[in-house]
């Protein structure tokens, strides 16, 4: 692509574009004239209470975004957020995954999976300055890291004080920044109503991050606390959580061009990352997880043969589907629009910049510096990669889970290593007892063998000799017909036994954990020291990058770290292919077009007599003269958005995000406003089929709908 061509590309992806940037609520009030213009109503200032609505009606599930659209505690999220609990509650001869689940009454809602939470926003604020107390330029290595961690770890126990508080520190623009979140965190989360598998989940694998799309992709929790209104564990005794504020669905007509912003979670993207980064992941680390998600997948549909298996692994499969096919529309991306070429571009502007006379002393070196790195980085990221794939194991990784704790357990609580404090010991509790339905044997020890021989693959210097050396002197067959950490009782009573019962255990898994721990450690603190300079490197580097965009008037959003984020823009469609364009709303039409006899097409006979009644008096769009089911936006978001509301210029509820679309699978390196799309789920048809299928008229009078 010529140099011209570049930097007009690279101009037209600034924030300029009211569709691009995950922005920090505080950024809100200086964004108002964009946001007005864009259509908002509310006054921009609101983005920035988190105290108030609509912010504070958004909620985070630890993974998935989701939000309050009741004042009785009742959530919205997508369908395969709530995946987990839908699986974990479903066995043979009760199929929610494929059947649905409605509760009718609060009596009827189910617990949800071990591990569910419900995170309510309290507030963000900025502690750059005791985050990086004893933190100078200088200090580099595992030093940097340990010093980081122990500030962390201190502000968050004083955060923390208060019972039911769960307090995050996160980084942004590269650690020249840093921000507590601060949140309630709900421990008794039940499930209220999901549709069936075969309208939350309709298209499968064949639809997913494609256009047009049909899907019903929401579900229903509610969140619970004690009598006192506090978070408590689940108990007959708890009362539904009463937010600050709850979404009101829209009753106006959402069209193509109106207003609308997104808020939510946003897991992590890699847009200020440099072109040698660009390279090292697309040309190697990408391939490598994006055949090693697929070849688990295949493993995992291969070896499922009952029902009973088909349950178990539906959620861990659905994942690695997932993941695995954005990783390849991601790369097949990046080589159609020359993502390299571009980023070098991009550092070629700043590096012109960097290199005069005023700037040269403070940011010349900047990108050679941090680029230095990429080669050894690149490495550990490959061997963490393979290595990672030993964690299916889900028995190996919980006796290694379970080692480390008892061995943290032997320190003060604050020095020992986050995940293994305290406050993680739930944590770690609901994670063993997932693993109870998410397990079979034989299925297991597939997954086992296949990441020994990945791992067999790499370098003697990044692996567990001692582990596979282990491995080995027991045999396969004695390490699963012999141990004991299939049982939920058995594994469970491991957290309260000193570092003397490991070491003496004659449980094979147990065994295992204690053979690689030695080096388990040693590999940790080489991936320490690594981290420390790199991050010491990163700084100079954002300062470069924020000075620059300064100099030009540009206002700047930190790349997504997790934390609570808005972003807005318009509904719209967009050109294709040559010939071919997207329209902004699927319909009903569309459902009865793809509906077959077979998986993933197999609409319920309920749905699709709806349908071809036009039974949709309650839920149709006036523009559109039929029922909306999903519509896109120029909206900028990531993994983590998953069950984000959507709301319009009036801060009422529109829709609820769940997907991209694989051409703009980009979004997560280079924003390109012509491709980005963000697909949701439309409040419409969400009514409909609350009312015309599930004939849920409890949840539709406490939705307001009705």
Same mark, same amino acid.
């Given at each position: 692509?010529?140099?011209?061509?570049?930097?007009?590309?690279?101009?037209?992806?600034?924030?300029?574009?009211?569709?691009?940037?995950?922005?920090?609520?505080?950024?809100?009030?200086?964004?108002?004239?964009?946001?007005?213009?864009?259509? $908002?109503?509310?006054?921009?200032?609101?983005?920035?209470?988190?105290?108030?609505?609509?912010?504070?009606?958004?909620?985070?599930?630890?993974?998935?975004?989701?939000?309050?659209?009741?004042?009785?505690? $009742?959530?919205?999220?997508?369908?395969?957020?709530?995946?987990?609990?839908?699986? &974990?509650? @479903?066995?043979?001869? *009760?199929?929610?995954?494929?059947?649905? &689940?409605?509760?009718?009454?609060?009596?009827?809602?189910?617990?949800?999976?071990?591990?569910?939470?419900?995170?309510?926003?309290?507030?963000?604020?900025?502690?750059?300055?005791?985050?990086?107390?004893?933190?100078?330029?200088?200090?580099?290595?595992?030093?940097?890291?340990?010093?980081?961690?122990?500030?962390?770890?201190?502000? #968050?126990?004083?955060?923390?004080?208060?019972?039911?508080?769960?307090?995050?520190?996160?980084?942004?623009?590269?650690?020249?920044?840093?921000?507590?979140?601060?949140?309630?965190?709900?421990? +008794?989360?039940?499930? !209220?109503?999901?549709?069936?598998?075969? #309208?939350?989940?309709?298209?499968?694998?064949?639809?997913?991050?494609?256009?047009?799309?049909?899907?019903?992709?929401?579900?229903?929790?509610?969140?619970?606390?004690?009598?006192?209104?506090?978070?408590?564990?689940?108990?007959?005794?708890?009362?539904?959580? *009463?937010?600050?504020?709850?979404?009101?669905?829209?009753?106006?007509?959402?069209?193509?061009?109106?207003?609308?912003?997104?808020?939510? &979670?946003?897991?992590?993207?890699?847009?200020?990352?440099?072109?040698?980064?660009?390279?090292?992941? &697309?040309?190697?680390?990408?391939?490598?997880?994006?055949?090693?998600?697929?070849?688990?997948?295949?493993?995992?549909?291969?070896?499922?043969?009952?029902?009973?298996?088909?349950?178990?692994?539906? @959620?861990?499969?659905?994942?690695?589907?997932?993941?695995?096919?954005?990783?390849?529309?991601?790369?097949?991306?990046?080589?159609?629009?020359?993502?390299?070429?571009?980023?070098?571009?991009?550092?070629?502007?700043?590096?012109?910049?960097?290199?005069?006379?005023?700037?040269?002393?403070?940011?010349?070196?900047?990108?050679?510096?941090?680029?230095?790195?990429?080669?050894?980085?690149?490495?550990?990221?490959?061997? @963490?990669?393979?290595?990672?794939?030993?964690?299916?194991?889900?028995?190996?990784?919980?006796?290694?889970?379970?080692?480390?704790?008892?061995?943290?357990?032997?320190?003060?609580?604050?020095?020992?290593?986050?995940?293994?404090?305290?406050?993680?010991?739930?944590?770690?509790?609901?994670? $063993?007892?997932?693993?109870?339905? *998410?397990?079979?044997?034989?299925?297991?020890?597939?997954?086992?063998?296949?990441?020994?021989?990945?791992?067999?693959?790499?370098?003697?210097?990044?692996?567990?000799?001692?582990?596979?050396?282990?491995?080995?002197?027991?045999?396969?067959?004695? #390490?699963?017909?012999?141990?004991?950490?299939?049982?939920?009782?058995?594994?469970?009573?491991?957290? +309260?036994?000193?570092?003397?019962?490991?070491?003496? @255990?004659?449980?094979?898994?147990?065994?295992?954990? !204690?053979?690689?721990?030695?080096?388990?450690?040693?590999?940790?603190?080489?991936?320490?020291?690594?981290?420390?300079?790199?991050?010491?490197?990163?700084?100079?580097?954002?300062?470069?990058?924020?000075?620059?965009?300064?100099?030009?008037?540009?206002?700047?959003?930190?790349?997504?770290?997790?934390?609570?984020?808005?972003?807005?823009?318009?509904?719209?469609?967009?050109?294709?292919?040559?010939?071919?364009?997207?329209?902004?709303?699927?319909?009903?039409?569309?459902?009865?077009?793809?509906?077959?006899?077979?998986?993933?097409?197999?609409?319920?006979?309920?749905?699709?007599?709806?349908? *071809?009644?036009?039974?949709?008096?309650?839920?149709?769009?006036?523009?559109?003269?039929?029922?909306?089911?999903?519509?896109?936006?120029?909206?900028?978001?990531?993994?983590?958005?998953?069950?984000?509301?959507?709301?319009?210029?009036?801060?009422?509820? !529109?829709?609820?995000?769940?997907?991209?679309?694989?051409?703009?699978?980009?979004?997560?390196?280079?924003?390109?406003?012509?491709?980005?799309?963000?697909?949701?789920?439309?409040?419409?048809?969400?009514?409909?089929?609350?009312?015309?299928? +599930?004939?849920? +008229?409890?949840?539709?009078?406490?939705?307001?709908?009705?």
């Amino acid at each position: 692509m010529p140099r011209a061509a570049l930097l007009a590309a690279l101009l037209a992806a600034t924030p300029a574009l009211a569709s691009e940037g995950m922005w920090m609520p505080s950024q809100a009030p200086a964004l108002a004239r964009q946001l007005k213009a864009a259509g $908002l109503k509310l006054p921009p200032e609101k983005l920035a209470n988190l105290k108030a609505a609509p912010m504070s009606a958004i909620a985070s599930l630890g993974g998935c975004s989701a939000s309050f659209v009741s004042p009785q505690g $009742l959530v919205a999220t997508n369908h395969h957020c709530a995946y987990g609990s839908i699986q &974990f509650n @479903s066995a043979p001869g *009760r199929d929610l995954i494929t059947d649905g &689940f409605l509760a009718r009454t609060m009596a009827e809602e189910l617990p949800a999976a071990p591990g569910s939470r419900v995170f309510v926003i309290d507030s963000l604020d900025n502690v750059t300055k005791e985050m990086l107390a004893g933190v100078p330029p200088t200090l580099t290595g595992a030093a940097r890291i340990r010093k980081l961690e122990a500030n962390r770890k201190a502000l #968050i126990a004083a955060c923390e004080k208060v019972p039911g508080t769960r307090c995050d520190i996160r980084a942004y623009f590269g650690g020249s920044e840093y921000w507590r979140q601060t949140m309630l965190e709900i421990r +008794d989360v039940r499930l !209220v109503m999901a549709p069936a598998g075969s #309208i939350g989940n309709f298209g499968g694998e064949i639809d997913n991050w494609q256009w047009p799309r049909h899907t019903g992709d929401f579900a229903f929790y509610r969140a619970y606390v004690g009598p006192d209104g506090r978070p408590a564990a689940f108990s007959k005794d708890n009362v539904p959580y *009463r937010p600050r504020a709850s979404l009101k669905f829209s009753g106006g007509d959402l069209k193509a061009g109106d207003f609308v912003l997104i808020a939510g &979670f946003p897991g992590v993207t890699e847009r200020y990352r440099t072109a040698a980064e660009a390279r090292a992941w &697309f040309d190697d680390l990408y391939p490598l997880q994006q055949r090693l998600l697929a070849d688990y997948s295949a493993l995992i549909e291969a070896r499922t043969r009952t029902d009973a298996e088909r349950i178990a692994y539906a @959620s861990i499969l659905k994942g690695s589907d997932n993941f695995k096919k954005k990783i390849a529309g991601q790369i097949a991306i990046a080589r159609q629009e020359n993502l390299v070429a571009r980023k070098e571009e991009q550092g070629r502007v700043l590096g012109e910049w960097a290199a005069l006379p005023a700037n040269r002393r403070t940011h010349a070196l900047a990108i050679s510096s941090y680029d230095s790195l990429i080669p050894e980085s690149l490495a550990a990221e490959r061997a @963490s990669l393979v290595n990672a794939t030993l964690s299916r194991a889900q028995l190996l990784a919980a006796a290694r889970t379970l080692y480390r704790w008892a061995n943290e357990q032997q320190k003060p609580d604050a020095e020992r290593e986050p995940g293994f404090q305290e406050r993680d010991r739930q944590t770690i509790v609901d994670r $063993l007892t997932a693993i109870q339905r *998410r397990y079979v044997p034989a299925i297991d020890r597939a997954i086992f063998e296949q990441a020994l021989g990945e791992v067999a693959k790499l370098p003697e210097g990044s692996r567990n000799l001692a582990l596979e050396g282990k491995v080995r002197e027991l045999g396969m067959d004695r #390490i699963y017909a012999q141990t004991k950490l299939g049982i939920l009782d058995d594994r469970l009573a491991w957290l +309260d036994r000193p570092v003397e019962a490991f070491a003496g @255990s004659d449980d094979p898994f147990i065994q295992l954990a !204690v053979a690689a721990y030695a080096a388990d450690m040693l590999a940790e603190e080489r991936r320490r020291d690594l981290n420390g300079r790199l991050d010491a490197a990163r700084l100079p580097y954002m300062a470069a990058v924020r000075a620059h965009a300064a100099s030009e008037g540009r206002l700047l959003y930190p790349d997504a770290n997790g934390s609570l984020r808005f972003t807005f823009g318009r509904v719209d469609g967009r050109k294709a292919a040559d010939g071919l364009s997207w329209a902004p709303f699927t319909t009903a039409a569309g459902i009865l077009a793809k509906t077959t006899d077979r998986e993933p097409f197999d609409s319920p006979a309920r749905l699709v007599s709806a349908l *071809r009644a036009q039974d949709w008096a309650c839920c149709a769009s006036a523009a559109l003269g039929t029922l909306p089911v999903n519509f896109l936006s120029t909206t900028d978001i990531t993994n983590g958005n998953s069950g984000s509301a959507v709301l319009n210029a009036d801060g009422e509820l !529109v829709g609820l995000a769940f997907d991209g679309t694989l051409e703009g699978m980009l979004s997560d390196w280079w924003f390109d406003a012509a491709t980005v799309r963000t697909i949701s789920v439309d409040a419409r048809y969400i009514r409909f089929v609350l009312e015309k299928v +599930d004939g849920a +008229d409890a949840l539709l009078t406490e939705l307001g709908v009705r």
